[in-house]
């Protein structure tokens, strides 16, 4: 190894590093614009979307930038240059995902993108909501607010008009090109030695095959199928036989109590009860930009999401290029619930914001959210963040009416009497989607056909949710979505590590609400890494133990009476700390350093910035767009 040997090899991984940088802007520039429906500072197009992407996997999947990476990896050897060999590393791995060998491949690949950008296009597009069935009218809504409607409406006539509003999507994305790209995925990944395209995608995530993850998922579903059936067993029992109907399930669990809670989640406050409580746990985005557009419109992309058009990173003189975050949710101000549902959107959003700012590694490739990115890592750290909305402690101080009261605890304890039994249902749930997505990609292709999608995903959810699902598997976005199908067993492994993590925080420190530990501590050990350590080892060096669902599962056999005498010790102990301080509000007036330049936006109109006084000023210009936008809609 000689000095020229290095000199080279840092050429070329500066070159590489730069150009990379230059096409993933490029690319989620023409993202945002396509998923946001955006005009202005265009064009947007999904031909553009398509040509960006093209260029970026080019990049990745040329062979002369593997097989150069190889040769100076090899050349310079376990040199001194850390940051080089490590850079080099990724490369390598980043490539071999997206190594095409052949020209057949290569060329599978782009009919596949072009038909997916298509597709999502199309589906963006589609005229979805209800009809309502005490007058024929048509009421357009995305699918958030189809499935907010299921846990709201009183009348079980909405609910099901709402279910079917859902189940309408099936049939549409099938003809609109999900049966051709599901056989020309499997096409792919069987021309590039895989099983199949689950097992393609899986391989390159988490860094072991199907077989393995699907070890680890029989467990859990063998583990908590009596719990399912105990649930729906005595969802029954509460209710009647009906409530097991998929636009009954949901109402039946919690509407009531809903309603209850929607004035203690104001939606307007959601953005400034999430930075309060960020803040006061010590997590900060390390200068970052960040665009959020969270409210439901017309031709918007119909679920939330968060994406980077530039990954933080450090480049070889040191210096710092902080992330841009582009970050989405779908809310209606209007309608019962929704405060909520932003809400734990945006504590999940903002927690992948966070962890991908506060990547500090020599490439852009170690903190972008595709292959080799464990998706498991990487929700992870969002899901443990959401979490929080969950905790009695969590919402004594931050659930609060317009007039700075908490929430009753009564309300809280009626909620877990409501839903605790049936939280099973949300991990059943989960395994749906991988199981449902395993059984499709194991379809011989000429049985991959709309009507057998169709019922194999009814078959899937009866299986393994019991019977029908209030979310119908194939209106979950991420099955025709090329970053986000084969995805979920990434939520279901990331659940696992969120109780494991809130496990370690109660029995260290005794709590997580507010704990300052909690930033620093998530930034050494999983966020700084990146993709540069395998997912399972990060979390056992956190928590000292292997991942398993045993912290999960002992939650969810946990009696009600034992959570309620919990919670609610939890949730006094807050409200005295309130007291101590002083004060009766989330936090004293003053403004919030998150370290970040936010700006709240509309589509193309820009709501309100940090750079104009801060984000408390900005989180108010945001709530006085909310409440005119409520205000408009509810006197027309």
């Not at 290029?321 to 929704?338: I, R």
């Not at 025709?480 to 993590?501: K, N, R, W």
């Not at 398993?548 to 949730?571: H, M, N």
């Amino acid at each position: 190894m000689s000095n020229e040997e290095i000199a080279a090899a840092q050429a070329f991984v500066d070159k590489f590093n730069e150009s990379y940088a230059e096409k993933h802007y490029n690319f989620e520039r023409q993202f945002w614009g396509c998923k946001m429906g955006l005009g202005d500072g265009g064009p947007y197009s999904t031909d553009l979307l398509s040509s960006t992407k093209k260029e970026m996997e080019d990049l990745l999947s040329d062979p002369k930038i593997l097989e150069a990476a190889e040769a100076h990896k090899m050349a310079v050897g376990d040199c001194d240059t850390t940051d080089l060999v490590k850079t080099l590393d990724i490369i390598v791995r980043t490539c071999n995902c997206y190594s095409m060998p052949s020209a057949g491949s290569k060329a599978i690949r782009e009919q596949t993108s072009q038909i997916e950008g298509q597709l999502e296009m199309r589906r963006n597009e589609m005229k979805l909501g209800y009809t309502d069935p005490a007058d024929g009218t048509f009421h357009a809504l995305s699918s958030v607010g189809l499935r907010n409607l299921l846990r709201t409406a009183s009348e079980e006539s909405t609910r099901k008009a709402a279910y079917e509003g859902l189940r309408s999507i099936g049939p549409f994305v099938c003809a609109e090109g999900f049966v051709e790209i599901v056989k020309l995925r499997n096409k792919l990944a069987r021309e590039l030695g895989y099983e199949d395209y689950y097992d393609l995608t899986v391989t390159n995530a988490e860094g072991f095959g199907k077989k393995q993850l699907f070890e680890i998922l029989d467990g859990l579903e063998e583990g908590t199928r009596p719990l399912m059936e105990e649930g729906r067993k005595e969802l029954a029992k509460r209710h009647g036989d009906d409530a097991l109907e998929p636009w009954n399930i949901s109402f039946k669990m919690a509407g009531s109590v809903i309603k209850k809670m929607d004035p203690y989640f104001p939606f307007a406050k959601a953005v400034e009860n999430y930075a309060k409580s960020y803040a006061a746990m010590g997590i900060n985005y390390a200068g970052a930009t960040m665009n959020l557009d969270l409210l439901d419109r017309k031709n918007k992309y119909s679920n939330g999401f968060c994406h980077w058009p530039v990954p933080a990173w450090v480049k070889p003189d040191g210096t710092w290029v902080p992330s841009q975050t582009n970050f989405t949710s779908l809310a209606d101000p209007t309608a019962v619930g929704s405060g909520l549902t932003a809400l734990t959107t945006l504590m999940h959003e903002a927690g992948h914001a966070a962890h991908f700012a506060n990547i500090r590694q020599p490439s852009p490739l170690f903190s972008q959210e595709r292959a080799p990115t464990s998706v498991a890592y990487a929700e992870n750290q969002s899901m443990f963040l959401d979490s929080l909305v969950g905790d009695a402690c969590w919402r004594a101080k931050y659930a609060q009416d317009l007039g700075g009261n908490p929430i009753p605890f009564a309300i809280l304890e009626e909620e877990i009497n409501s839903t605790h039994p049936f939280e099973v249902f949300k991990l059943r749930a989960m395994l749906a989607v991988s199981y449902f997505e395993k059984a499709l990609y194991e379809l011989p292709e000429e049985k991959v056909t709309a009507e057998k999608i169709q019922s194999l995903a009814d078959e899937i959810e009866s299986k393994i949710q019991g019977g029908l699902s209030p979310r119908p598997l194939l209106s979950v976005p991420h099955l025709v979505s090329d970053e986000a199908s084969c995805y979920y067993q990434g939520y279901t492994l990331a659940e696992m590590s969120v109780h494991q993590t809130r496990e370690y925080f109660k029995k260290k420190d005794g709590y997580i609400v507010d704990n300052p530990n909690v930033g620093p501590t998530l930034t050494n050990y999983y966020w700084k890494w990146g993709n540069s350590k395998p997912f399972l080892d990060l979390v056992k060096e956190l928590t000292g133990k292997d991942l398993t669902g045993d912290a999960w599962v002992d939650c969810l056999k946990e009696p009600v009476a034992r959570r309620i005498v919990r919670e609610k010790r939890e949730y006094e102990e807050m409200l005295d700390k309130i007291k101590a301080q002083g004060s009766g509000t989330p936090e004293a007036p003053k403004d919030i350093d998150l370290m970040m330049e936010v700006n709240f936006v509309d589509g193309d109109e820009v709501i309100s910035s940090t750079t104009d006084g801060g984000l408390l000023a900005a989180c108010k210009r945001f709530e006085d767009f909310v409440g005119a936008r409520v205000a408009s809609a509810t006197s027309s």
